[in-house]
């Protein structure tokens, strides 16, 4: 092991000299002068070579050039342009601060796509939205949401209002990374999807990764959501929030040292369960979230983070049944810079996943989660000005808690019982390489090597033939297996190991001085897979991880997209068509419980998964209208075959329609700015309806009339069309240059022609009529929304 580690440091010593020999290396920080605050994805151009880099996560860049003078262009839209002259005779260190060019209340959008050394960069298949553009954004009851705005993008959904989670290309939500500050968010709604967990004013960036993803990112095969939150204000304290009909917030940051070290503390909550007693109602629906962020400045080499969030929901019944659920991350973070080439960070994060319920009426308490420790190391390695490396380990160690219940009272004659824990470790290493191979071909290429190992457990189930599901061929019906035994493990043992490597590849090339042509390659894997049988995940589903029963899901994506800059970036257009097909998809058999259910092998097949279609995005990205018109043709589509020729599998074994799939997805997001004083903003969203299941028949049990489901087909029909129109309408006083408080007034209305949006249909026997019917069900018509936002 010594010798490796050491060969690897020769190695990489070696090539530095070699890359660096009669060039020299111009790096620093960029930050934001009102704040200290660092800037993620800034341009460092230099037009005269065509040579340009772009600063990290955390602000750092590096480039290494030829001895010369060059005149270098710092570019971050919302933002002033630095143009400096630089004279490189040895390294340089140079830290630029930019101005916000703009002073008003709202954040200056700041959108993917739109320079230059964008359509250059090969990574492709991803958007960026900063919380500005969140902000203007209309959503429902008024308050921003970070989940409401990504649905918005080319192939992204979700299963509708009042929905939790995403869908990215045709994939599952469960099958999306969300990462807060790196840490795992397992749950990213409140309130069973009416708002997400994120808090728009704590958010510093955000980059939704749809395909292409780079082989520092795994465990899912859909997509990467990764959120970083704000540093905090290093200079001076300040503040700023909202009050809206249903919800506030308010955000404090300021210097800890000044201009070494900053704290940022953000809180949400919701009232509107408050007004319940006024109508007699003894219910309770609330959700509270807190962001905190600490950084210190050691000295020029070295920083530390301490980041955290910690979220909780409550609903509940009179006193009869309560729901609390929620998510806790904490993560401790120290950036290191070796030298002026090599830049790295460690990370300690813990995450913890929450559900509880309360029945009070048959007298008992149910709790489940999962738990999650993660070591992460990753480098950043300026190899010249064509060849940049980023590598790195990652390591996570899971506990997982399907469920116990204990009895809340003791009269209730429940017996406590707990089902298995689990637990797995998932070991990730990486390297991801960025090749300008010239001025027109630029490459990204890099590899994962992924390791899962399924740890011991109290009591594991054995099988005849590890055979947990059977088959009758007479009734063509899948039934449990019973156990013959049962296994016990220690901690330590392995139950199950998979080693997976995972290529990544991407290139783009230049077309004339405004366009280009881009493809990419992806494989990943995913150890987690979350139970649900519903169209949308549930704080009541549970994750299981895989083993000697569940295999990994495995993903082979392919992208192909043509890119162009329209009038020097004033318009973008986009577009890109992909293909992806999985391995190992879960599917249930008919009649599948899932619920605290011990021995889950029982009741599913592995099946496999296909989605494939067309993107196109139209982005104005300058002037007093901003906005973009989006377009998904796509196809989401899942089989499960029988095992044998003798089973039929799931739907006779024929690929059927994904919950989740819809075959047109229209969006149109805009934004208009009269004056400082007044803006308006609109978004429309047409999409096909859901694929869904309805009724072929009827039966009469105990004089109650039953609808008749075909147990051999599914998602054969579909809900009505999803659209709606949406608008809000913001005001900004006057500004008073020597007033510290400055305000807005959101005026919004979420489907403003009351379209009754189907969530589903009930089909029964009208009791007074006696006649069959079907019953829409709506979540939301037109609901108007104010909200006053402030800061100082």
């Not at 069973?192 to 955000?206: C, Y």
């Amino acid at each position: 092991m010594k010798n490796t580690i050491h060969c690897c440091i020769i190695f990489l010593l070696i090539t530095t000299t070699l890359f660096s020999q009669d060039k020299f290396t111009l790096s620093g920080i960029i930050t934001e002068k009102s704040s200290n605050e660092t800037l993620i994805g800034v341009n460092i151009l230099i037009p005269e070579i065509n040579k340009g880099v772009v600063s990290n996560e955390y602000g750092f860049y590096s480039i290494t050039l030829p001895e010369g003078t060059y005149k270098l262009q710092i570019s971050y839209l919302g933002f002033n342009d630095i143009v400096r002259e630089v004279v490189l005779k040895a390294d340089t260190k140079i830290n630029f601060e930019l101005v916000e060019a703009s002073e008003t209340l709202d954040e200056v959008v700041i959108t993917e796509n739109v320079e230059k050394t964008d359509i250059r960069d090969p990574q492709m298949s991803v958007n960026r939205l900063t919380a500005g553009t969140i902000k203007q954004i209309p959503v429902v009851l008024g308050e921003a949401d970070v989940i409401k705005s990504i649905i918005l993008l080319p192939g992204v959904t979700n299963a509708g209002e009042g929905s939790s989670g995403f869908n990215v290309r045709g994939g599952a939500a469960d099958q999306n990374l969300i990462l807060l500050d790196e840490a795992t968010i397992f749950n990213s709604s409140h309130l069973f999807g009416f708002f997400s967990v994120f808090n728009p004013d704590a958010i510093k960036d955000l980059k939704l990764y749809k395909g292409g993803i780079p082989a520092r990112y795994g465990g899912r095969v859909s997509s990467v959501l990764d959120i970083y939150q704000r540093e905090g204000n290093s200079k001076k304290i300040k503040a700023n929030g909202g009050i809206g009909l249903v919800a506030s917030r308010l955000l404090i940051e300021g210097p800890l040292v000044k201009d070494k070290g900053a704290f940022l503390v953000g809180g949400r909550g919701t009232y509107a369960h408050l007004f319940f007693p006024l109508f007699d109602l003894d219910n309770t629906a609330f959700f509270y979230d807190l962001n905190t962020k600490l950084n210190y400045r050691i000295n020029e080499k070295n920083n530390i983070f301490i980041s955290g969030y910690f979220g909780r929901d409550v609903l509940s019944f009179s006193e009869v049944f309560k729901n609390t659920y929620g998510n806790t991350v904490v993560n401790l973070r120290w950036n290191h810079l070796f030298s002026d080439q090599l830049f790295s960070n460690v990370s300690l994060i813990y995450s913890d996943y929450f559900y509880g319920l309360d029945l009070n009426f048959v007298g008992f308490e149910w709790n489940s989660g999962i738990r999650n420790f993660n070591f992460k190391y990753d480098f950043t390695h300026y190899l010249g000005d064509s060849f940049r490396l980023r590598y790195g380990i990652n390591n996570i160690y899971y506990r997982f808690n399907p469920g116990e219940i204990e009895p809340n009272t003791e009269t209730s004659g429940i017996v406590a019982d707990k089902l298995i824990d689990k637990y797995a470790n998932e070991l990730g290493l990486y390297l991801d390489v960025e090749h300008d191979v010239s001025n027109r071909l630029k490459l990204q290429y890099g590899l994962r090597l992924s390791n899962f190992i399924r740890l011991g457990q109290d009591e594991l189930n054995v099988y005849e033939n590890d055979n947990p599901l059977l088959y009758d061929a007479q009734t063509q019906i899948y039934s449990g297996a019973e156990p013959i035994a049962t296994e016990s493990f220690s901690r330590s043992e392995s139950i199950k190991t998979f080693t997976n490597l995972e290529p990544r590849f991407a290139l783009s090339y230049l077309i004339g001085n405004s366009s280009s042509v881009k493809m990419s390659y992806n494989r990943m894997a995913q150890y987690l897979h979350l139970l649900s049988n519903t169209n949308s995940p549930t704080p009541l589903d549970v994750w299981t991880p895989s083993g000697k029963y569940v295999q990994p899901q495995l993903l082979n994506q392919y992208a192909l997209g043509y890119f162009k800059d329209i009038k020097e970036g004033m318009y973008s257009f986009e577009t890109e068509v992909f293909y992806k097909d999985i391995e190992n998809r879960i599917d249930y058999i008919n009649g599948a419980d899932l619920i605290a259910n011990d021995a889950i092998e029982r009741v599913i097949l592995s099946g496999e998964a296909r989605a494939y279609g067309a993107e196109v995005l139209v982005r104005k990205n300058e002037g007093n209208f901003t906005g973009w018109l989006a377009y998904t043709l796509s196809r989401s589509e899942q089989r499960t075959p029988g095992r044998t020729p003798i089973e039929t599998g799931i739907n006779k074994g024929k690929w059927y329609n994904t919950p989740f799939d819809k075959t047109h997805d229209i969006s149109f997001t805009g934004s208009y700015k009269f004056n400082d004083q007044l803006k308006i903003n609109t978004n429309f969203v047409l999409q096909t309806g859901q694929p869904t299941n309805f009724p072929i028949g009827q039966y009469t049990y105990e004089g109650v009339v039953v609808p008749l489901y075909d147990g051999d087909t599914r998602n054969s029909e579909r809900l009505p069309n999803y659209h709606r129109l949406d608008l809000s309408l913001t005001l900004t006083p006057k500004r008073n240059k020597t007033r510290k408080w400055n305000s807005e007034w959101v005026f919004s209305v979420y489907n403003i022609y009351n379209r009754k949006n189907a969530a589903s249909f009930t089909f029964g026997q009208n009791t007074e009529t006696r006649q069959n019917e079907a019953v829409r069900t709506a979540i939301f018509g037109i609901v108007p929304a104010v909200t006053y936002n402030f800061k100082f």
